[in-house]
């Protein structure tokens, strides 16, 4: 046996410093951009600018309308309201995705030591995790209640005998946390009632009914959302749930779990990642906690029930995935924790971190630099006007996605335009659209092309939609992500900008398209 001082020595992947550099290495992406370059999170950046600003701007009241209401999906909606004051609209979009990450990463190493009693070596395996492809896609709420449910998690799991205050503490947390996103405390609710269902069985309990009972009479705070979501759902009918078992679906959606910037390398840390869970039930040297062992077990479950859309929400089960391999990284620790088995493990870990993060980086960066590109176009837009916004999709699909569905949406935020890529979701949403009511050009996803069309005919499928444009609702059409060269001329626009991927014209109004 090492003598202690030297096991604690060789146990870098425990030492705070390090957990601590590790953590704050997950924020670098975004130090390298202005403007989070996250799909959806434009079109989230387009509403924070209604919600604060619709009270003093008559260019926002002529085209949209806000009105809060009590929603399962008001996380950062909420939160930018005093970070805005502080720092700026802007500025304080760039910290809400700056902080995500290292907070569901330090969220991982507190349930790692509460489950164990000191960090493992598989923990490091979890840190690309904050990182995955729900955060990349900009599901800003739902990370940020996955980052609260993870602390929530590590806290239950320290305390043996909950006191009043406890439970009290537990009841506001989870209302807090279902206001956050209902699928971050449906993970809380996942996460603790596995936990108290194998308390129960490792205390010799084997009835099923009765470890129920004990669950419940211990995690009932936890609950109290139920009644919340009775409320949400009998006045969110426009929160539709559809789209079950398309199995072609979740099998695309769990090989994105880390879909990045490089797919070879993204594919290959979900392997990694998958054979170190494997190898850590199946090798005598791995402990699997039964708490977190069951947990990962019914996320799995859940991922393979979900539909595509649940309460309005899209990518449901998509969005379990990620959750699947942190859980089941985490139930898992090989012993003894300075044996060649955790060293290798540390080690190969870290090494996939640290090319994840670099390789994620440099796209960033030239996300940057395209965005801004782009982003010149809004120098021509004057404020309050109205843009229809048209994107293509990449063709062929490309891993590495060009992430402007949703840019449209900062005419939005810089402008206080009218765009036609928000959403209109009764029950899910706060904001509605107004500018294009009554047409097929009011919200997303009119700002898409019906289908994905290649470079021969781009240009005619473009042509088409715009002959759909109703002119006596907008004023420019802005084309986003097509080649230029040479320019596309249409009947009734005047190009305003343009550059090798983007074109913004003046709708000439009068003319015929």
């Known amino acids: 046996m090492a003598e ?3 096991q604690r020595a060789s146990l870098w992947w425990q030492n705070p410093w390090v957990l601590t550099a590790f ?5 670098t992406p975004i130090l390298f951009v202005t403007l989070p370059p996250l799909t959806d999170y434009f079109g989230h950046m387009g509403r924070y600018r209604v919600e604060l600003g619709l009270a003093t701007s008559p260019e926002l009241q002529r085209n949209w309308d806000f009105h809060w209401a009590l929603i399962a999906n008001l996380g950062v909606d909420l939160l930018i309201v005093p970070l805005a ?12 995705a700056l902080v995500l990450p290292p907070f569901l990463a330090w969220g991982f190493v507190r349930a790692a030591k509460a489950t164990h009693g000191a960090v493992p070596a598989v923990a490091i ?6 990182l995955a492809y729900p955060y ?4 800003v709420n739902y990370w940020l209640g996955l980052g609260i449910a993870f602390h929530v998690y590590a806290f239950w799991r320290q305390i043996e005998r909950p006191s009043r205050l406890h439970m009290a503490g537990f009841a506001a947390v989870s209302l807090a946390l279902w206001i956050c996103h209902i699928f971050a405390w449906g993970v809380m609710c996942v996460l603790v009632g596995c936990t108290e269902l194998a308390r129960f069985w490792n205390a010799g309990e084997r009835n099923p009914l009765k470890m129920a009972w004990h669950g419940i009479a211990r995690a009932w705070p936890l609950m109290l959302p139920l009644l919340l979501t009775a409320i949400w759902r009998t006045h969110g009918e426009g929160a539709t749930t559809l789209g079950w078992f398309r199995w072609e679906h979740k099998f695309l959606s769990f090989i994105y779990t880390l879909r990045d910037q490089s797919q070879w390398l993204d594919i290959g840390s979900l392997i990694y990642i ?12 791995g402990r699997i906690d039964r708490g977190l062992g069951a947990a990962a077990a019914a996320f799995f479950v859940i991922a393979i029930i979900f539909p595509f ?3 309005g929400s899209a990518y449901a089960d998509a969005r379990v995935w990620p959750v699947l391999m942190m859980v089941g990284l985490l139930a898992i620790r090989f012993e003894p924790d300075s044996g060649t088995i955790s060293r290798a493990v540390a080690a190969c870990s870290a090494l996939i971190f640290v090319a994840r993060i670099t390789v994620s980086t440099l796209g960033f960066v030239q996300y940057e630099a395209d965005n801004n590109r782009h982003l010149l176009a809004l120098d021509h837009v004057a404020r309050g006007s109205r843009v229809a916004v048209i994107a293509r999709y990449p063709c062929p699909a490309l891993w590495r996605r060009w992430r402007i569905e949703h840019m449209g949406s900062i005419a939005l935020l810089r402008r206080d335009a009218f765009v036609n890529s928000q959403w209109d979701v009764p029950g899910a949403q706060l904001l509605r659209p107004l500018a294009a009511r009554g047409t097929d050009w009011n919200a ?4 898409f092309l019906g289908g994905r069309v290649c470079e021969n005919d781009m240009h005619a499928e473009f042509r088409d939609r715009i002959k759909d444009i109703p002119r006596d609702r907008f004023d420019y059409v802005w084309l986003l992500d097509i080649p230029t060269r040479p320019l596309p001329a249409y009947p009734g626009l005047k190009p305003l900008y343009w550059d090798e991927r983007t074109v913004l014209y003046a709708l000439e109004k009068g003319s015929a398209l």
């Open 4 to 6: 202690p001082g030297k």
């Open 274 to 285: 998958v054979l170190l869970i494997y190898s850590g039930i199946r090798s005598s040297n």
């Open 444 to 447: 997303d996803p009119s700002q």
């Open 23 to 27: 953590i704050l290495a997950s924020a």
């Open 125 to 130: 395996a979890t840190f690309p995790l904050a």
């Open 309 to 311: 859309q649940l309460f």
């Open 85 to 96: 004051n502080i720092f700026g609209l802007e500025r304080a979009i760039w910290i809400v």
């Open 136 to 139: 990349q896609y900009g599901f």
